[in-house]
């Protein structure tokens, strides 16, 4: 559901990165933003309650090349990772263009890795996605923790479709830009078809 606009030559994207509250959703956009160029970039925002530090959509547009001329700026989103805001997820995902689901590699996390993804699954659905079709990858973060479950047991568990899958460690910077790339890819691709 990408956007033209045609007096500025751009085409905007949107990337939404979802998964388990505390998985390192936010962690990635900051990590992105903090390193891309200033002259490129809009401002990061946050939207935060007094209960709920997660409670965040991250803003960012990002130039990654172009598509029949015109210039391509990516919107990169968090979701808020517990279920309870499940209305202010489907709504962030309404328009979306790819995914970027970040797992919590904690073996106490597996259940709400697996929680997170039916939801994920569900609310593509009730938008109009599907899954399987749309541009998607897989981000293993927190692989520097002594209790982090082996990739190939995370791969067997949370792989839905062969997706692109990269380890991670987001608070150092690890498999962020990587994993950005790959859904990047599939976006552009996906434009360039139609």
């Known amino acids: 559901m990408s956007f033209i606009n045609y007096a500025a030559r751009e085409i905007n994207v949107k990337i939404v990165y979802y998964g388990p509250g505390l998985g390192g959703k936010t962690t990635n956009l900051q990590h992105i933003y903090e ?10 925002i946050s939207l935060a309650t007094e209960t709920d530090r997660t409670l965040f959509f991250d ?13 391509t700026r990516f919107h990169l989103y968090t979701v808020p990772g517990q279920v309870f ?9 309404k328009g979306v263009d790819g995914v970027v689901f970040v797992a ?23 938008n109009g996605y599907d899954l399987k079709e ?11 923790l002594p209790t982090a479950v082996p990739v190939e047991e995370m791969y067997r568990v949370l792989n839905f479709k062969g997706e ?16 950005l790339k790959a859904v990047a890819k599939q976006v552009l691709y996906e434009l360039r078809r139609r």
């Open 59 to 71: 803003f960012l547009p990002l130039d990654l090349g172009s598509v029949r001329g015109f210039k």
């Open 85 to 93: 805001y499940d209305a202010s997820r489907k709504l962030i995902l």
């Open 164 to 179: 692109p899958t990269f380890e991670a460690v987001a608070t150092e910077g690890r498999g962020v830009f990587e994993t």
């Open 35 to 44: 390193r891309s160029n200033p002259k490129q970039k809009g401002k990061l």
């Open 134 to 144: 749309i541009p998607y990858a897989l981000q293993l973060n927190k692989r520097d």
């Open 104 to 126: 919590d590699s904690q073996e106490v996390r597996m259940d709400a890795n697996v929680e997170s993804m039916r939801n994920l699954e569900v609310n593509l659905t009730e």
